[in-house]
């Protein structure tokens, strides 16, 4: 499902402006505009696979302190948005300034192949360094793990580990996010092949199980919270929300590891606008852009902010921080490897 949408904030005079202090990014001015006296200005157009609420109110939040950024967002899963970039690229330019997409090794190829640009942050010391891009092309914006989510009202005793996933007595139990479709399912399947003690024995195991298999995160909490099946593979905040709205679902962060995608920004060297997407990717990383996540739901990059209600502390989980540089490697091998563990 595809989004476009546009926002133009309303505010007569700037507000408090928050910007990067000088570098690679800023200071450069496109056709869409730059970096004035009084902050960032122009169009700053932003490719995402947020969904559409999140980013809308993460806009609506910069635009707050950046009153003379106009903000063009394109929003779509990761998979559909990998295939307009290289369709762009082949016939002109990308046309975004800004990605802000699932998964890390997207981003390392699109380092490899010279399409991003080298950030300047100031708020990226405050942050995980684990989510800090070592050479600085991109950063990571929130803390996504995948959990095993499941509806209180079918499930007496739930799994707790991805291995107990693979237990015939699941069989027509399981939903999870379609790897074409949604980055963080890529990531996760990738993830999976590298571990020792699952890898592909036990993603043979687990398809023979025969999950539904749904377009991404958001229809498998659904299909949780209705009752469709009993158990889904889905991002936590999917299923944090689902129960704070009354859905009878509940969540285990695996106690055989816990698989998470950072989703990374980035800046597209072709873009338009440099010095706003800069300052745009500041904003999101800033304390109060990571307020922000939180309030959404999201478990954040920086320590000084809280999390959401109901998570745990980052420090509370096992967390499987693999070779991100195998993982990108093996990436699309995994997805076909998926796929055809489906047929």
Request: proline letters at 6%.
């Amino acid at each position: 499902m595809r989004h476009r949408s546009k926002y133009l904030a309303l505010a007569l005079a700037p507000l408090a402006l928050l910007t990067a202090c000088g570098g690679s990014a800023e200071g450069q001015t496109g056709q869409s505009g730059g970096a004035t006296a009084d902050g960032p200005s122009g169009t700053l157009t932003v490719y995402t696979s947020e969904p559409q609420a999140k980013i809308d109110e993460v806009i609506a939040a910069y635009n707050e302190v950046n009153p003379n950024v106009e903000v063009e967002v394109f929003r779509a899963g990761t998979g559909e948005l990998k295939t307009r970039i290289a369709t762009e690229k082949q016939t002109g330019e990308i046309q975004a300034d800004v990605i802000l997409a699932a998964d890390v090794p997207t981003f390392e190829g699109y380092v490899a192949e010279g399409d991003l640009h080298e950030l300047n942050l100031e708020n990226a010391g405050e942050l995980n360094q684990d989510v800090v891009d070592a050479e600085g092309f991109y950063v990571g914006t929130r803390i996504i793990p995948t959990v095993i989510a499941y509806n209180t009202g079918l499930l007496d005793a739930a799994p707790e580990s991805w291995a107990e996933l693979a237990d015939p007595a699941f069989k027509g139990k399981i939903a999870m996010p379609n790897p074409d479709v949604s980055g963080a399912a890529a990531f996760n399947t990738a993830v999976w092949l590298e571990e020792e003690a699952l890898g592909g024995k036990w993603l043979t195991q687990l398809m023979a199980n025969e999950p539904t298999v749904l377009e991404s995160n958001g229809p498998v909490g659904q299909a949780v919270a209705g009752g469709t099946v009993p158990i889904g593979v889905v991002v936590d905040y999917v299923a944090r929300e689902l129960a704070e709205k009354g859905s009878p679902v509940a969540l285990n962060y695996p106690t055989d590891g816990v698989p998470y995608v950072s989703q990374p920004a980035g800046i597209f060297t072709d873009a338009g606008n440099p010095a706003a997407a800069n300052d745009f990717i500041d904003f999101l990383i800033s304390q109060e852009g990571q307020k922000l996540a939180v309030e959404q739901s999201y478990v954040p990059v920086r320590g000084d902010v809280g999390v959401p209600e109901g998570a745990p502390e980052l420090s509370e989980l096992k967390l499987i921080n693999p070779d991100l540089e195998k993982i990108a490697g093996g990436q699309v091998a995994a997805v076909e490897k998926f796929n055809s563990l489906l047929d």
